[in-house]
């Protein structure tokens, strides 16, 4: 297993990529300061999954992307497995009646937060969608978001969940890009704007606004899951991997964008998703001359190995005629399900672990750089149905 190749004097890439995200990873580098990518990459709309962009006095809207704030929390609980595993059936169906999954979701329960006191929603980028952002707050969404309950490795129980900002941040991220005349599509340069200007720094506060937005919702989900097993939480690991670190590296002071890359300075945890059939991990970051070079970034999941469409093939949605035959089938999926004892609610083909990388492999690529803590091993998955787009997803 390759670790790590420094690529053009400059680029060093963890694990291996692919001729097309080394080339986003590589015009990115044509206005960064100084960037990295880790192995769980794959192409994204201008910076690639997996990469870390940063600028002395500059941030990118393209490489926070469009779900601000998307991240991951894993909390553990005050309940043994056995107690889990006995009722799990009943657990999974209150779950997914209780949590909203799938596309333009309201929260089923009205959430209040402080947040929505913030001077921030009276930016022009925010006002219109307060009333949005309160109607979704803890709302899960679809893509490869999903609420996870796990057992360790002392047979203890934690829920893990992955989502962002949803609508807010979409919307967000649509009118800062526009506002900058960024330009469409994937293969382009990524759009920078300066933080000394007023766009830049309008954008900041509204990515800050967002991130919290996502924190909270994350917050309210584990919260809420944790009420219906029953069990206090007693530990909490909680992480973006989408947004923007003002950090303090060689001395100095950089806007550090990771795009699917989880932050793992000395000693911070974060949480790690695997596939719906496979373990994730707790970890936390460890010193050394890779982690320099990464700024301090580790991975945030098992990362894609096919995209979705190559995964579900490409049917007409008029005539029902199949265009082009998917690599993934029902009985791959759920011989995978099967072979792990998932009790499953929703996902598609496009989420079967065949569409991904193994996460073993993925962190061998940085074990030098990550300690692991926990290998959390899934119980039961929730997460939304077949068919169902997202374009608030990471």
Known sequence: MIRMEIFDNQIPVFGQA???????????????????????????????????VAYKNAISPTGVGYDIGCGNKAVRLDMPGLELRARIAKIMDDVWSTISFGIGQR???????????????????????????????GTVGSGNHYVDLFTDEEDRVWIGVHFGSRGLGHRTATYFLKAAGASDGMDVEPCVLSTQGDLGAEYLEAMRLAGEYAYAGRDWVCARVAEILGAPIVEEVHNHHNYAWREEHNGEQLWVVRKGATPAFPGQRGFV????????????????????????????????????????????????????????????????????????????????????????????????TVRILHRLTPVGVAMAGANEFDPYKD
């Not at 929505?116 to 707050?137: G, I, S, V, Y």
Request: net charge negative.
């Open 18 to 52: 692919d001729d097309r995200t080394l080339n986003q990873i590589r015009v990115c580098a044509r206005t960064a300061d100084r960037v990295a990518l880790m192995p769980d990459n794959h192409v994204g709309y201008g910076v690639p999954i997996g990469g870390v």
């Open 107 to 137: 929260n089923n329960e009205q959430v209040d937060h402080v947040l929505f006191d913030d001077e921030a929603w009276r930016l022009k980028a925010l006002a219109p969608l307060k009333q949005m952002a309160r109607n979704q707050l």
């Open 273 to 368: 998703g695997g596939t719906m059939g496979e373990q994730s991990v707790i970890l936390e970051g460890v010193e050394n001359d890779h982690a320099h070079w990464s700024l301090y970034s580790t991975v945030h999941g098992a990362g894609r190995a096919m995209g979705r469409r190559e995964a579900t093939g490409i049917t007409d949605r008029k005539t029902g005629e199949v265009k082009r035959a998917g690599k993934v089938t029902p009985e791959m999926m759920r011989a995978w399900v099967d072979r792990a004892g998932i009790e499953l609610r929703g996902a598609g083909l496009d989420e079967s672990p065949d569409c991904y990388k193994r996460l073993d492999e993925v962190l061998e690529a940085v074990s030098d």
